[in-house]
Each structure stands twice: as C-alpha cells, then as structure tokens.
C-alpha cells in the first residue's frame, strides 16, 4: 500500500522524496519531510513550502486530508481509496501485492532439529516462521530456497 501512495504523491510533486511512517498515527497515516529538503534550494521557510505543497493535493481522491505541521506533509488516506484496495486484494488474492521477480536469491534453513535431543515447541515456531518467511518472500519475487539440514552423521549419532 506504501508504494501506492507514494506513486501517487510523486505524480504531483515530481521530485524526490521519503515517505515516513509517523509515530502517531492519528495525526496522519503518512508523512514526509520534503519541504525541509527544498527550503534550502527555494529560499523559504519549510512551513510555507509545505503548505504550497499541501494546497496541490486539494481534492485528491486518494486523500482524505493532506495538512502541513511544522514543515511536515501529513497524508490521511480516504477510506473510499482503502476500500478500492481492499476490493482489489479480494478481487485478485494470489496477485494483489505481488513483486515483480528480483534477481537476489536466498537459501533459508530452517527446523533442523537436533536428532540426538527431543523435539519441542521452539522447533514448531521455528517451522512455521520459516514457512511463513519462504512464502512471503516468494510472493514478493524472490528466489527463495529452503532447506532442511539433517545431521545424522558424526560421533554423536555412531554412539547411539
């Protein structure tokens, strides 16, 4: 959803910029420091850019209100736009968020259980963390491999 946003702010703003995630989320969903970077450059204050800035998202669909505090742009988005997202997910499950194939791969081992030493809880989180991981990883475009060490060889296994 973050990189929804953000293309669509950047239509408008056509520059560079970060998207925060504000530590008080009742003040505004997302939040971006873009007119401290600016002040610099345009010679004023990052209040008044902000608020320049803040009057190109009037009337925005995907907005539900776009203030400027103290320097900052504070975005609140319209339940209308997160309901389009949320039937969107629905619509298309398997595709919704979906990342395009990256070239990094990864190996992840995961359960491994010691054979000399009784199983416990820890090796089923373990089991479901790393399935969990795997799959997350792949639906976001990863190559992503996993693995199960089995370590029946060595003194300790000849001794049973």
Do not use: W
């Amino acid at each position: 959803m973050k990189s929804i946003i953000f293309n669509e702010i950047k239509k408008i703003l056509e520059c560079d910029f970060t998207l925060e995630n504000p530590k008080d989320k009742n003040l505004a969903h997302f939040a971006t420091p873009l007119a401290f970077s600016l002040a610099k450059e345009l010679k004023k204050s990052p209040m008044l850019i902000a608020s320049d800035l803040a009057s190109k998202f009037q009337n925005h669909d995907c907005f539900e209100s776009v203030e400027a505090v103290n320097g900052y742009l504070n975005f609140r988005i319209s339940k209308t736009f997160l309901n389009e997202l949320a039937n969107q997910a629905l619509a298309n499950p398997n595709d919704f968020s979906k990342g395009e194939k990256k070239q990094e791969s990864f190996l992840l081992e995961y359960v491994s259980a010691n054979p000399t030493g009784p199983l416990h809880i820890g090796h089923a989180r373990g089991a479901v963390f790393g399935d969990t991981l795997t799959r997350l990883a792949r639906h976001l475009g990863y190559k992503f491999d996993t693995e199960y060490y089995v370590n029946d060889a060595g003194n300790q296994i000849y001794l049973l």
